[in-house]
């Protein structure tokens, strides 16, 4: 047997009745799906297996197939032979409290994870876990069914943007080439990730982008949302990355700076970045954190004075990066 971690976590599968899965809090797209691809390919294998996270699941996907499978609560402290950590950077990123005694296996495609597992199976070359865990599914000998290969699908797509951001590469498009060969359905698939959309989600488009600013040199977007964006249109939370999204489109932008009001004089700034403008630098200089391209920080004041603030403050930092 081959010692590398898809091996050694094959192996370990295969000696284990009892599988537990969980995610990250907040979980997304890929590791709600993969965790879903993961259980029924323990299933084919006769393994008994439960998916519990801690936090609930987001639109789109608590609209998706399957997804009754997955518990939303604590893992319990003993009954299972291992654990299954998707995208967990530690075990505090999945919020469950009772894991000290588990055999612990920790699948990440992120740089930043602080190997803590009894198998650790870290490949930021991964375009998503859906790309790790196919790997794992042919070590394993799956035969992978069409309900299998559209979750594995679904977390590539959906972590990929469609296969539009970069961590697009052969091998994820190489991996959906076989997927939608073993019967996942990329129609059926885009229908659900992006065709779900209520009316009010496009009110509120509308009504964000109508605050778009633009810098003088054209490089930063600024778009906001007010608390009485979403109260008028009697929407509570929303996923609004798709805004975002939009904003970033404008020709000659490196970044979007999302204002979206918490409370009185208060606002949580999301960051998205396109190329080499690096988000998760300008966060931290914010006291924030997070990702090359996705970032976010809390700023406190007024609006006014911040709108005319933080962009030149990013600008001035952006030119910095180029610097270096
Ligand atoms: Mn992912």
């Not at 192996?11 to 990250?24: A, D, F, L, Q």
């Not at 987001?58 to 402290?77: A, L, R, T, Y």
């Not at 790309?131 to 959906?158: C, D, R």
């Not at 778009?223 to 009485?228: L, Q, V």
Request: charged fraction near 25%.
């Amino acid at each position: 047997m081959r010692n590398d971690p898809a091996s050694l976590i094959s192996k370990k599968i295969i000696e284990s009745n009892r599988i537990v899965i969980t995610s990250h809090l907040r979980p997304d797209g890929d590791s709600i799906c993969t965790s879903l691809a993961l259980s029924f390919m323990g299933e084919l294998l006769s393994k008994e297996v439960t998916i519990i996270n801690r936090d609930n699941i987001p639109f789109p996907f608590n609209h998706f197939p399957d997804i009754e499978k997955i518990q939303i609560g604590e893992v319990p402290s003993q009954p299972f032979d291992m654990i299954i950590l998707l995208e967990c950077a530690n075990v505090s990123r999945s919020g469950q409290k009772s894991l000290d005694n588990y055999f612990k296996v920790n699948i990440d495609h992120h740089h930043s994870n602080d190997y803590y597992a009894d198998i650790n199976w870290v490949d930021p070359n991964a375009s998503a876990v859906g790309e790790m865990v196919y790997e794992l599914g042919e070590k394993l000998g799956i035969q992978f069914t069409p309900q299998i290969a559209n979750h594995l699908y679904s977390a590539i797509v959906s972590d990929t943007g469609s296969f539009q951001f970069s961590n697009t590469t052969a091998k994820s498009l190489g991996v959906c080439y076989k997927l939608v060969n073993q019967g996942a359905d990329p129609i059926k698939v885009s229908d659900r990730l992006f065709n779900n959309n209520l009316p009010e989600k496009i009110k509120l488009l509308g009504q964000v982008l109508s605050t778009l600013q633009m810098n003088k040199k054209g490089n930063i977007a600024i778009i906001t949302m007010f608390k009485e964006n979403l109260q008028s249109l009697n929407l509570r939370e929303i996923d609004t990355e798709d805004i975002t999204t939009l904003a970033r489109s404008i020709k000659g932008v490196e970044m979007v700076l999302f204002f979206k009001e918490m409370g009185k004089d208060t606002f949580r700034i999301s960051i998205r970045s396109k190329d080499t403008a690096n988000a998760a630098l300008i966060a931290e200089k914010f006291g924030g954190g997070g990702h090359l391209h996705a970032a976010g920080f809390t700023v406190s004041g007024k609006y006014e004075k911040l709108l005319k603030e933080i962009p030149e403050k990013v600008d001035t930092l952006l030119k910095k990066q180029t610097e270096i």
